[in-house]
Structure formats: C-alpha cells, structure tokens
C-alpha cells in the first residue's frame, strides 16, 4: 500500500531554515509526481511546491518561491522541500502528496495519496 511519510518539521525563529522530508513507498516513486502543501488553522490547504516524477519540472507559488525548493531522489524514494528564510506567515502542517501521473501539478485534486502531515511553526 501507498505511505508517505513526513519528517523534519518543529519550531524556528523567523529567518531560520528547514529541510522537509517524505519518504514514501508501496508505488514506482520514479512515475509519478510529488508535491508539498500546507494548511494552517481556518485556512484552506495550498499547494506550496511540486515536482515531476523524474525531477525535470518543478515549480513553486510565488509566495515561497524565492525562499523554498523541491527536489527529489529517485533512488531513495524521498522528496524534500527546503525552506529558508522562514517567516511566521508559513507555520502551517505541511503536507506531501503523490501525483496521479507524472507530470507536475498544482491541483489538490491531481493527488491521491497524502502523509499524515509534520508541523511547522515559525514564532521569535
């Protein structure tokens, strides 16, 4: 069976960095599309940064764009979404999801498996 597993979330100062991680398995990681998104309290959840199945296409929102980056590793069955210059505008539950093809999508409903969520908080 599908499972996504996310780590590397907890509390930093705003500026600060992390490096999420979303080990998965039960699928052929490689063919499909993989992306982050985020939910903070009464908020909608929002795609943050996704990324094709081979690694070729990726892109983020404009809100974090020049702050976060995706990026994959086929041969270890993990995506990461590295984050600096955290602000506390970006605490939220930080969610991966698989892509239901390989090309990159933005769409909530282009996924149908997602992890459990790791919680970031941003707060001096």
């Known amino acids: 069976q599908v499972q996504l597993v996310e780590s590397g979330g907890g509390l930093v100062q705003p500026g600060e960095s992390l490096r999420l991680s979303c080990a998965a398995s039960?699928?052929?990681?490689?063919?499909?599309?993989m992306g982050w998104f985020r939910q903070a309290p009464g908020k909608e959840r929002e795609v943050v940064a996704y990324?094709?199945?081979?690694?070729?296409?990726?892109d983020s929102v404009q809100t974090v764009k020049d702050r976060f980056t995706i990026s994959r590793d086929n041969s270890k069955y993990t995506v990461y979404l590295q984050m600096n210059s955290l602000k506390p505008e970006d605490t939220a539950l930080y969610y991966c999801?698989?892509?239901?093809?390989?090309?990159?999508?933005?769409?909530?409903?282009?996924?149908?498996?997602w992890g459990q969520g790791t919680q970031v908080t941003v707060s001096s």
């Open positions: 999801a698989k892509g239901k093809r390989s090309l990159a999508a933005s769409q909530p409903w282009d996924y149908d498996y």
């Open positions: 039960g699928f052929n990681f490689g063919s499909y599309a």
């Open positions: 990324i094709s199945g081979s690694g070729g296409i990726l």
